[in-house]
């Protein structure tokens, strides 16, 4: 019996009592939850239902509580109920109920932890959207790591995600782009604003190589050229740099084709609709302060020009148009100033922004080996790459790490620590349970001992393998958690405090095969249906983070 399961099952009993005492069932919640107690001896589960609904229904809590631990003594599964304080159920499962979780696993396989929790909604998840001006940073790694992590976390709730990269090829960087192209393929000094780095010579040799007649043609005939030939190739990198990190992009969105597709003209008239649009001096305003935002902001300036705000607004609106319910936009520290800008947009075009609009901002990442800050790099200048990451420490190793802490804080990665091959290093200790596992299950073949069909769930009674349990049941919840809060790294946590060590814990009490010539016992069976329900959740777990789950190491 899951948490869920145990859950659904409070409820039922809630519902019988009340039924039984003539009290009105519909003040009871539609759904409840159950939680593990921080000390174990209070039982396996707790429920303060009786608390939530007491005074409601105009029954003294602990009264209620009673008859409520009275019905559920009677279904099948429970082992005990115990009213503590004021009106607290703690819950004992038998044994038999516990040990069936290993069965539910197994059963449910890679679907395993999926839930309907986020089910029907439509999400927008934009992340990375780096400038087509240079390769992906470590910054943007970042990102990429905990985006593709959230996107996989979402739809395991059951949400409807597309993964999207706005790509910022419209404006003053691009043009710096292409005159630094320019200059390094005439061989004249990088212009005072433009982008440096060797990828910037790399890229205007192969241009070149492919026209070489560019060299030495004025500036306002080869300017654009190179604007559309160098945009091309960057982004062809960017693509491959993210593909080889395992994230994958449905959506690659252009800049331009808002400013050339009179998608700016369509958002202006439609915030003119909802009464937010005003002229002032010449210029096309928002006023986003009827929405806690610091100004009001230009959309096209007095001399026609339209600004990046107007193409924040025509972006927001058209993924709205697209259908989609809820749109995520994942920001690096800088730009936390867009918070209150982006939110007005929303609500200026009559959405609620507490719903229809998320902005996180993800902190900075530094790099370190051995505690000393790496070099920077020189092929892109005064950054570290997401490719330089990767060669360094593996993808698995890179993703793991960026997307097992919290982005509210900055975060530091030890390229010596994080290849380690110890259980020191977070993502070798996930893995190597993974692995462990598959080198047991594989023993057991060669020993002739399989799991069978069915398996008695009451043998899996030590407090090991009863703990072990429990935390395998947790997996749904976990999953749940984490996409309600945009928090991946809830995974990784579970996956290391818990999973990974209640394993290890297990495995170092409880016996799984026999030794030499001795039989095969229904326990090695049982125990045979828990290892592979392990494995299960840690394979589902590691994907979610985009990481591989190992089978030898």
């Known amino acids: 019996m899951t948490p869920a399961n145990l859950a659904d099952t409070v409820l039922s009993a809630a519902r019988a009592v009340f039924e039984t005492r003539g009290l009105d069932v519909a003040l009871l919640p539609a759904a409840t939850t159950v939680e593990r107690p921080r000390n174990p001896e209070h039982g396996d589960y707790a429920s303060n239902l009786a608390m939530q609904v007491a005074k409601k229904a105009g029954v003294a809590p602990r009264e209620l509580a009673t008859a409520l631990a009275e019905?559920?003594?009677?279904?099948d599964g429970i082992g005990a109920v115990e009213i503590a304080g004021p009106g607290f159920l703690n819950i004992r499962l038998d044994t038999a109920s516990i040990g069936a979780i290993a069965g539910l696993v197994v059963g449910a396989g890679s679907a395993y932890g999926r839930n309907d929790a986020l089910s029907g909604e439509k999400v927008n998840l934009e992340f990375v959207s780096a400038n087509p001006t240079g390769?992906?940073?470590?910054?943007?790694?970042?990102?990429?790591?905990?985006?593709?992590?959230?996107?996989r976390v979402l739809t395991a709730a059951g949400a409807e995600v597309t993964s999207e990269y706005y790509i910022n090829d419209a404006g003053a960087q691009v043009d710096r782009f292409a005159r630094s192209l320019f200059a390094a393929a005439n061989g004249e000094p990088t212009p005072e604003d433009g982008y440096v780095g060797d990828y910037i010579t790399e890229i205007a040799k192969e241009i070149t190589?492919?026209?070489?007649?560019?060299i030495g043609q004025p500036a306002e005939q080869a300017l654009p050229i190179f604007l559309a030939r160098g945009y091309e190739l960057m982004l062809k990198e960017i693509r491959e740099s993210l593909e080889r990190f395992g994230v994958h992009f449905d959506v690659w969105f252009s800049e331009q084709t808002l400013h050339g597709g009179g998608a700016v003209e369509h958002a202006i008239e439609e915030l003119r609709k909802q009464g937010h649009i005003f002229e002032d001096g010449g210029a096309?305003?928002?006023r986003t302060t009827d929405f806690t935002d610091d100004k009001?902001?230009?959309?096209?300036r007095s001399n026609g020009e339209k600004t990046y705000f107007a193409a924040d607004a025509a972006y927001y609106i058209n993924k709205r148009e697209r259908g989609f319910d809820r749109c995520i936009y994942l920001l690096g520290a800088d730009h936390h100033g867009y918070i209150g800008r982006l939110k007005a947009i929303a609500a200026c075009a009559?959405?609620?922004?507490k719903k229809n609009i998320e902005i996180l901002i993800g902190q900075l990442v530094n790099l370190v080996r051995g505690g000393q800050p790496v070099r920077l790099s020189k092929r892109a200048g005064?950054?570290?790459?997401l490719d330089e990451l990767v060669d360094a420490v593996g993808p698995d190793a890179a993703r793991y790490s960026l997307a097992r802490s919290s982005t509210d804080s900055t975060l530091t990665l030890d390229i010596e620590e994080i290849t380690k091959n110890t259980s020191d290093n977070p993502v070798f200790y996930v893995q190597y349970a993974h692995a462990r596992i598959c080198s047991l299950l594989r023993n057991a073949e060669e020993k002739k001992v399989n799991r069978g069909e069915e398996y008695d769930p009451a043998l899996l009674s030590h407090e090991r393998e009863r703990n072990l349990l429990k935390t395998l049941g947790d997996f749904p919840g976990v999953v749940a958690t984490a996409a309600e809060l945009r928090e991946p790294h809830r995974i990784a946590v579970y996956l290391e405090e818990r999973v990974a060590t209640d394993y290890h814990r297990f495995y170092d009490a409880c016996q799984v095969l026999p030794k030499g010539d001795e039989p095969v016992s229904e326990f090695a069976q049982s125990r045979l249906w828990l290892v592979e329900a392990t494995r299960t959740v840690l394979a589902n777990g590691l994907d979610l983070l985009g990481v591989s789950a190992p089978e030898r190491m």
Do not use: C, F, K
């Open 296 to 300: 009001d902001r230009v959309l096209i």
């Open 284 to 286: 096309i305003w928002l």
């Open 71 to 75: 019905e559920l003594g009677r279904r």
């Open 382 to 385: 005064n950054i570290i790459t």
């Open 135 to 151: 390769p992906i940073h470590l910054g943007h790694t970042r990102w990429a790591a905990v985006g593709d992590s959230l996107r």
């Open 350 to 353: 009559g959405d609620d922004p």
């Open 209 to 214: 190589d492919a026209d070489p007649g560019l």
